[in-house]
């Protein structure tokens, strides 16, 4: 079932598609999408499936009998595999199993007696959204494609909602496009043969933490070497990230163990107190057959670097904006040594640790146990005893948690204990947020706080998800970024398989103040050199961030003197030119101005939105 196009396919790592159903009606809605540079895959009755663009290493299809299935992204599935599965489908709930034994990081659609199913990751790396063209429910996996086929415009409400920081689940990960429904992560979609009603349907669940450190070490480790040769095992030539931190030393000595070649990169940092090029040199000396880069420090773009000449498109505002000079600009170097694609250790962060929140609900379950623990984080943290008590014995549900929230959006940044032992960081508005921008953000959280649920019951395992998601939100867009400079890059910390098996061991085990990342640690132990798995501590290039604020100040005034958002009622510009001539002021070590500059350059690209094709 090969994919017709008119141009020959293009790079890997932008894969990008909308999926529309087997019915007459769908063929008007074909046409609300560009064709031209795109390619076309069929349904068997030769009306389009998904039209898009993706390269042919990004997909495998199978068709037997009613059923098709259409993998598309990063899977080593074999297309006899699928084939095979689709033989022996009698319900598309049967997906499920498929969807939660593949490995990789892919869209899953499949067709059943014309019934149509759509899902992304449960990471949310991979998303899909939903809209009604021509009167025909039709999926995407950019929201911004179905909002130029429907000519819907910017939600505004949901707009001034990302201006909070930080920008609290769900408003994180509503559409900003009006009548653009975003499909939760964990769902599918569902679509009727006819294409006049859609359903979703639950098919993730995080497992139970419940694994002991044992159990879950060595299940970590398979789970991330076949998400590292599922990239690396046809060989070639990848690049890697050689930070000298445990995760992407992880990943640097699974990829030099498989068949492809590999160059590590290292990024020192400016700071004379960051150890990263230490480590990665020591973990390089066991590295022989790997050629390893390391850049000079002083050519590292700094935080805020060329604000005023981003022009990708992209679907929602994202702080990735801030680092994508520093995230894209070794890959050219990267590509002249033949790298193909490019492994990153992110995402080890967020699933290798994870929330202190857990000790919310081990407290009650465990309390000598927790108390001790809860001693080292306030020490580690420089939580106050009263902090860390009140936000303990705080049992409010989610849906009070985000109202009470709402009530306090101008009120000074909450102690760190407030973010890290409860539902998250509560949001703030900031002074350049206008009034009546403040208040419709707090009419859009209450709204939001009355049909509100966490991810998890647990404090902690809702931490977990939103943590994840919130990055690969981020991380979604730097993969865009980087398929357009024409290295992809990949980072198999977030592949569904190797979150799931981080996520079910015990997080009395996962997170300590006593010990860093120990579950990762356990797990490469046989891997990584013992040496290797000694580090501590990770650098944090917070010297990176404050002297691009000084430096960018320029670039940072002219963002404001012609401000889209100040245009829009939604900021004082004046304030924020005031800010940006003082790039010392107290707070902006904070990451405070992210979200407002996220926006500011994301309107600027809108006239683009306007003509997006494919």
Not at 557 to 583: C, F, I, K, N
Request: hydrophobic share 40%.
């Amino acid at each position: 079932m090969p994919p017709s196009s008119e141009t020959g396919g293009v790079g890997p790592g932008d894969a990008h598609f909308v999926v529309l159903p087997d019915c007459a009606d769908a063929l008007a809605a074909a046409r609300s999408f560009p064709r031209t540079d795109s390619r076309t895959l069929p349904h068997a009755s030769g009306r389009p499936w998904l039209i898009g663009r993706w390269s042919d290493q990004e997909i495998v299809t199978a068709r037997a009998g009613r059923a098709a299935i259409a993998v598309v992204g990063c899977c080593p599935v074999r297309p006899a595999e699928l084939e095979r599965h689709a033989a022996r489908m009698r319900d598309l709930t049967e997906l499920d199993t498929l969807a939660r034994r593949l490995t990789g990081s892919f869209h899953l659609v499949a067709t059943l007696d014309g019934r149509l199913r759509v899902q992304g990751t449960a990471s949310g790396l991979r998303l899909v959204f939903h809209a009604v063209v021509g009167g025909v429910h039709t999926a995407a996996t950019r929201a911004d494609v179905l909002a130029a086929a429907i000519g819907s415009g910017l939600d505004e409400e949901q707009l001034a909602a990302r201006l909070m920081w930080p920008v609290p689940y769900p408003l994180s990960e509503t559409s900003l496009w009006r009548d653009v429904t975003a499909v939760p992560p964990e769902e599918a979609l569902v679509i009727a043969p006819d294409g006049r009603t859609a359903r979703r349907s639950r098919w993730w669940t995080p497992p139970e933490p419940t694994r002991s450190l044992a159990e879950g070490a060595p299940r970590v480790r398979q789970a991330l070497s076949e998400a590292v040769r599922a990239r690396t095992g046809e060989g070639g030539v990848v690049s890697c990230d050689l930070s000298g931190g445990l995760d992407s030393t992880s990943v640097c000595f699974l990829a030099a163990a498989s068949p492809a070649r590999v160059v590590a990169s290292t990024w020192p940092g400016r700071d004379p107190a960051d150890t990263d090029l230490y480590w990665a040199r020591k973990a390089a000396g066991f590295l022989p057959d790997v050629d390893h880069v390391v850049w000079d420090p002083d050519e590292a773009p700094l935080v805020y670097t060329d604000l005023l000449g981003i022009d990708d498109l992209m679907d929602e505002p994202s702080i990735g904006v801030m680092d994508r000079a520093r995230a894209l600009h070794h890959l050219p170097g990267l590509a002249r040594r033949g790298s193909r694609l490019h492994l990153t250790g992110i995402g080890g962060d967020h699933v290798a640790w994870c929330s202190e929140a857990y000790y919310h609900r081990l407290i009650r379950t465990r309390p000598l146990f927790a108390l001790r623990q809860l001693r080292g984080f306030r020490t580690l943290f420089q939580w106050s005893l009263r902090d860390t008590a009140r936000v303990l014995t705080d049992s409010r549900p989610y849906g009070r948690w985000l109202a009470s929230a709402g009530k306090r959006l101008r009120d000074p940044l909450p102690p760190g204990a407030s973010g890290a032992l409860g539902w998250g960081t509560p949001p703030r508005l900031f002074d350049w947020v206008t009034p009546e921008a403040a208040h419709t953000v707090t009419r859009v959280l209450r709204a939001a706080a009355r049909e509100a649920g966490p991810l998890h019951p647990d404090r902690g395992m809702h931490g977990d998800l939103e943590q994840i998601r919130l990055c690969t939100r981020i991380v979604r867009q730097w993969d865009r970024m980087a398929a357009r400079a024409g290295v992809p890059m990949a980072s198999p910390f977030f592949d569904d398989r190797v979150i799931e098996e981080c996520l079910a061991v015990d997080p009395a085990e996962r997170v300590t103040p006593w010990t860093y990342k120990p579950l990762l640690a356990t797990a490469m132990r046989g891997v990584v050199p013992d040496v290797c798995l000694e580090r501590s501590n990770k650098a944090h290039a917070s010297m990176d961030a404050s002297n691009g604020l000084r430096e960018h100040r320029g670039d940072l005034m002219a963002l404001w003197e012609d401000s889209h958002l100040a245009r829009r009622g939604l900021v004082d510009a004046g304030t924020l030119r005031a800010l940006a001539q003082r790039p010392s002021t107290p707070g902006l070590q904070d990451a405070i101005l992210y979200s407002t500059i996220a926006c500011e350059v994301w309107l600027r690209n809108l006239p683009q939105q306007k003509a997006l094709g494919f």
